[in-house]
């Protein structure tokens, strides 16, 4: 099993070519890798557009009526007091996948971020140790980690109780890769040994270099890690299906079979919360240190 | 644990002016030791338990019998199921995913379109699961938009809906196999070096002799090497899959089956045979990813 490359999320594009002065002006240019801007716009068009289809759908498909013809009635009967009960399992779906999104970032924060910058800082000889684990469950998919996870869940929850909240340590695993990416080439791109080294010899102590140096300079990474394991979280479906806990994305797909409207509503609603949340996270990473390289 | 421990103060600071040490060299590895037991006990722990249980019986005892399951016709017609899905979802999102990153590469790379095909595609390849499935639904479902369409127009109400099916599953998947295609190759294709564009039209070739003699060769491996991530993508996705199709088809659907259903004698454990199964597959995946990923990172700088 070799360490895997991959790009994750937005945030690892490699630095930009630089581009073309031709293809800035709008002219096709003549030679190298860069289409002209026609051919672009072109391509972009037809396939933006196959990609809007089925969001569009869904937008369509929330606005329709039973008997026919369009209504907002599906949107206004996620606040009807009268049909709480129906939509009972969804809320409590959303609320023990909020209470997981809280877990699995403190499990990203307590227990990835320290080891990460500990091994930056003094064991650089396990980085590519601690790279393999974090992303090993790239190689293990979910459905198969799952057949593991079922036993040791009989285990723990004679310790820790059957709730959902417990759901957060094995979300936490699948998270791993997508979390330790931003962070790691975070630390790449800041030399944190020299930062704490010079810290250290103006007489700062180890805490305050943690929490002044530190961590202040990895705040992109971190950043993005914690919106990206939210996003994980709450797209989250293998783990709680197996485990028969109630999360976000199982109730869809119980309240799927009797409300297909409301299911595809709140689909609606997290898809473009994950997207706003990955947006920010694409500013964040697209605003560039001025320093080095 | 012990390879952590033994590894202790390789990267400490030789010098120690510092007023007050708080920790003297060679107590730092039990930093170390927090992260490490939560990886053993969720990742490492429920890992080889997936893998081994296929070698034992529903009683403990251990067996090479379960392995039967691979003669199994139903079995084998899931994992051919499931490399066809995986194969024609690589294959085509591959090439268009790859067409969407050419088409990108005339765009401001820190421009706002930029960073909008960067976080939709996150969201797709990454997070969509379950609602990608009800999108297509919504789409191209029994009531979805198209097929209601395509009935009034044709007046065939009939017709029935083709993403319920494995094959049909292919265009469901393209929806999060083209993301990732353009997440994970816009890279490389952004370290096409203009100097090569440069040189070959200094020596008067043309566009085309620039993709034949020098972008295609180089690409190549990058390009394979993502093809293989979208196949193993494919092949490993679950959610997407068990929201639209319930009476299996494809691996992890027989995986949920075997967990979900009663044992029949010499097929237990199932889960723990098609799981093995599924991680051989990976690993042969991702070895050959890394082959191709440091012939495609040859070109890098």
Redesign the interface.
């Known amino acids: ?10 945030l ?3 630095p ?5 002065v031709a ?2 002006a709008g002219r096709s240019p ?8 026609p ?3 072109v ?2 068009i037809i ?1 933006g557009a196959l ?1 809007l ?6 937008v ?2 929330s606005f329709r009526s039973n008997q026919g013809g369009y209504t907002v009635g599906h949107y206004i009967d996620v606040f009807n007091p009268a049909l709480e009960y129906t939509y009972d399992g969804l809320f409590v779906g959303i609320q023990n996948s909020l209470a997981l999104c809280v877990i699995t970032v403190a ?1 990203i924060l ?3 971020l ?2 990460m910058i ?2 930056e ?6 980085r590519r ?1 601690l790279e393999f ?1 974090c992303l ?17 869940y009989s285990v723990l929850s004679q310790l820790l109780g059957s709730d959902a909240w417990t759901l957060g ?2 979300i ?2 699948i998270a ?1 890769p ?1 979390a330790y990416r931003p962070i790691a080439v975070n630390l790449a791109g800041v030399d944190v040994v020299t930062l ?2 010079a810290a ?2 103006l ?5 305050p270099v943690l929490w002044r140096i530190v961590i202040p300079n990895l705040r992109r990474g971190i950043l993005a890690a914690c919106f990206i394991t939210i ?2 979280v ?5 783990i709680a ?2 485990l028969g806990r109630t999360t976000f ?1 199982t109730a ?2 119980l309240i ?1 079979h009797t409300d ?1 409207y409301v ?2 509503i709140f ?1 609606l609603l ?2 473009i919360l ?2 706003v949340l ?2 920010i ?3 964040l990473g ?1 605003i560039r240190p001025r320093s080095k390289d | 644990m012990t390879a952590l421990a033994s590894n202790h103060g390789a990267g400490a600071t030789p010098r120690r002016r510092g007023a007050r040490p708080p920790r003297r060299p060679g107590t730092g590895w039990i930093g170390l030791i927090p992260f490490s037991v939560y990886a053993i006990l969720f990742l490492g722990i429920p890992a080889v338990l997936a893998i081994a249980s296929g070698f034992f019986t529903s009683a403990g005892a251990f067996t090479i019998s379960n392995f039967s399951a691979f003669g199994d016709p139903v079995i084998l017609k899931d994992l051919v199921g499931s490399l066809g899905l995986s194969a024609a979802s690589a294959i085509l999102g591959a090439v268009i995913g790859a067409l969407v990153c050419y088409a990108m590469l005339g765009m401001n790379p820190d421009g706002w379109l930029r960073t909008i095909v960067d976080s939709a595609s996150s969201v797709l390849a990454q997070f969509g699961g379950v609602m990608l499935a009800f999108a297509f639904i919504a789409t191209v479902g029994n009531q979805g938009l198209i097929i209601v369409i395509a009935k009034q127009l044709f007046g065939d109400s009939a017709l029935s809906s083709p993403i319920y099916t494995v094959p049909g599953l292919t265009l469901v998947y393209l929806y999060f196999e083209i993301p990732l295609m353009v997440l994970t190759f816009m890279p490389a294709l952004e370290a096409l070096k203009p100097a090569w564009g440069e040189a070959v039209a200094t020596l008067g070739g043309s566009r085309w002799t620039y993709w034949r003699q020098v972008g295609f060769p180089i690409l190549a491996p990058a390009f394979f090497g993502c093809m293989i991530l979208l196949f193993a993508n494919a092949f490993s996705s679950f959610a997407t899959a068990a929201a639209l199709i319930s009476q299996g088809g494809i691996w992890p659907l027989d995986i949920q089956r075997a967990l979900t259903s009663e044992t029949v004698v010499g097929h237990e454990n199932e889960a723990g045979v098609i799981a093995l199964g599924m991680i051989v597959v990976m690993v042969v995946l991702m070895s050959a990813y890394g082959v191709l990923q440091r012939r495609a990172a040859r070109w890098g700088s």
């Not at chain 1, 800082?121 to 396990?126: H, I, N, V, W």
Request: hydrophobic share 60%; proline share 8%.
């Open positions: 099993m070799t360490a895997v490359d991959a790009s994750l999320t937005p690892q594009a490699g930009a070519a630089e581009p073309f293809a800035r003549r030679y190298g890798a860069k289409p002209s801007m051919t672009s716009v391509i972009l396939i990609f289809l089925p969001i569009a759908a869904m369509i498909f499990i307590v227990l990835l320290p080891v500990l091994v800082l003094r064991y650089p000889k396990l140790v684990v090993l469950p790239i190689t293990v998919p979910t459905v198969v980690l799952v057949v593991g996870f079922i036993p040791v340590f094995a936490g695993v791993l997508y704490t080294e250290r010899s007489g700062a102590g180890w805490l996003a994980v709450l797209g989250e479906y293998t299906s197996f994305q869809l797909v799927q297909p299911a595809v689909s997290a898809l994950a997207f990955l947006l996270i694409g500013r697209s």
